[in-house]
Every structure is written in structure tokens, then in C-alpha cells.
């Protein structure tokens, strides 16, 4: 079975500073995808940044990058100048195929991340 | 573009009634998944359907718990004889046709009280 592990479940950040948070699936597919969503207090789930595996090259979206380290099972999420907004519980996910044309996503458990003004 | 669009926002229910909760897909999306999140979780996949057509339910409960996306009108997750156990949020997301669920847009969600 596919897993996704956070193993941090809050995390704090000062404003402006730069926060990083982990990520670890377990997977015996070479060709996937990976997420990170955040759910902020609205309880919306917003697509942050997305990582196809067969892409050495590290995802970046502004602010948010990630640190994909293929060999190692890794997906960490770097937010850079944290703003009071990101503020959120932020969610790995990675991409299963469940047969007959249809994909799932398996997500970890979240890391609550707040920041401090 | 209104986006996923998910009704009602909130819902109440005692024990042994019945809930449905309602999905109107994102313009130009024609397959839908729905997902729950309990307390403290990831969400985790329920079913995913295209028109008339249910392809993966090997997230969904085997009894009380079954999902439709006609024709015509929104994708419906219904859920009879509701428990406790229950509560939690539903959240709906669509995908374009091919996108292989890597082009999600999730609603708001509907979150379910059992009383």
C-alpha cells in the first residue's frame, strides 16, 4: 500500500523568515506525481505546487519550492518569507493508480504551520 | 467560474437519518471524486465517477454509503442511516477529461454532523 508520512504535526515560523516542511511516501512506482495543499481556516483545499517524478528538476511556485529527492522517498516544501497568510494546515499527497483508468490521491496527515508576527 | 461547488455547507443529522450531499463540478470538468476528511486526518478517497458512470468505488463504504453523477444536475453522495461515526468533512473535486486526477479543483466541502 502506498503511504504518505508528515512527520511534523505543527510548525511555527516568524514572519518573513523561512520555514520547511517534510515529507515521506513510500511507493514501488517510478513514474508518479507528488502535492503539497494547503487548508487554511476556511477549510478550502488549495493546490500549493506540484512534482512529477520523472523531473529532476525541484517544483517552485514564488514563495513555495520543494526539495525532491527521488531516491531517498523525499518531498519537502520550502516556504520562503512566510507571510501571516500561510498560515494553514499544509498536506503531502502523491498520485496512486487504482486500475481502470483511475488515479487517487493518498495523503498524509498534515502539518499545522502557524506564524508568528 | 464558480469553481467545485458543494452544498450545503453544513449539515445535521440524527442517527438513522439520511444525508445527501450535493457537487456541481468545475465548467468544462466531467469527472468528479469525492473525499472524506474525519477529525485530525488527511482526506482520504471515497469514489471517483464520470457521467453516468461510477469507475473507482474502492473508497466507499460497502453499505449505507453511495454516490451519482447523472446525466443532468450535480453529483450526489448519499449517505442512509447515518452513525456518529459519520461525521466529518465531504469534500468534492473535479478534474478535465485525461488529467489523471493531476489537475484537481476541490470545494469548499460539506461537513456532516451526527447527532
Known amino acids: 500500500a502506498q503511504t504518505v508520512t508528515q512527520s511534523q504535526p505543527e510548525m511555527s515560523v516568524q514572519e518573513a523568515e523561512t520555514v520547511t516542511l517534510s515529507c515521506t511516501y513510500d511507493?514501488?512506482?517510478?513514474?508518479?506525481?507528488l502535492f503539497w495543499y494547503k487548508q487554511p481556516p476556511s477549510r478550502q483545499m488549495i493546490l500549493v505546487i506540484r512534482?512529477?517524478?520523472?523531473?529532476?528538476q525541484n517544483a517552485t511556485e514564488n514563495r513555495f519550492s520543494v526539495n525532491f529527492q527521488k531516491a531517498a522517498k523525499s518531498f519537502s516544501l520550502k516556504i520562503s518569507d512566510s507571510q501571516l497568510g500561510d498560515a494553514a494546515m499544509y498536506f503531502c499527497?502523491?498520485?496512486?493508480?487504482?486500475?481502470?483508468?483511475?488515479?487517487?490521491?493518498?495523503f498524509g496527515k498534515g502539518t499545522k504551520l502557524s506564524v508568528i508576527p | 467560474n464558480a469553481g467545485v461547488m458543494q452544498n450545503p455547507r453544513h449539515l445535521v443529522r440524527r442517527r438513522g437519518q439520511e444525508a445527501r450531499l450535493r457537487c456541481s463540478p468545475m465548467?468544462?470538468?466531467?469527472?468528479v471524486y469525492w473525499y472524506r476528511q474525519l477529525p485530525e486526518e488527511g482526506l482520504k478517497f471515497m469514489v471517483y465517477?464520470?457521467?453516468?458512470?461510477?469507475?473507482?468505488e474502492s473508497g466507499m463504504p460497502k453499505e449505507r454509503f453511495s454516490a451519482e453523477f447523472p446525466k443532468e444536475g450535480p453529483s450526489i453522495l448519499r449517505i442512509q442511516q447515518v452513525v456518529r461515526g459519520d461525521s466529518a468533512a465531504y469534500f468534492c473535486?473535479?478534474?478535465?477529461?485525461?488529467?489523471?486526477?493531476?489537475?484537481?479543483?476541490f470545494g469548499a466541502g460539506s461537513r456532516l454532523t451526527v447527532l
Open positions: 473535486a473535479s478534474s478535465p477529461k485525461g488529467s489523471g486526477a493531476n489537475v484537481l479543483t
Open positions: 511507493t514501488s512506482e517510478s513514474d508518479y506525481y
Open positions: 512534482q512529477e517524478a520523472y523531473k529532476q
Open positions: 499527497a502523491y498520485r496512486v493508480y487504482s486500475g481502470a483508468g483511475s488515479y487517487q490521491l493518498t
Open positions: 465548467k468544462g470538468h466531467s469527472h
Open positions: 465517477l464520470q457521467k453516468e458512470n461510477i469507475i473507482d
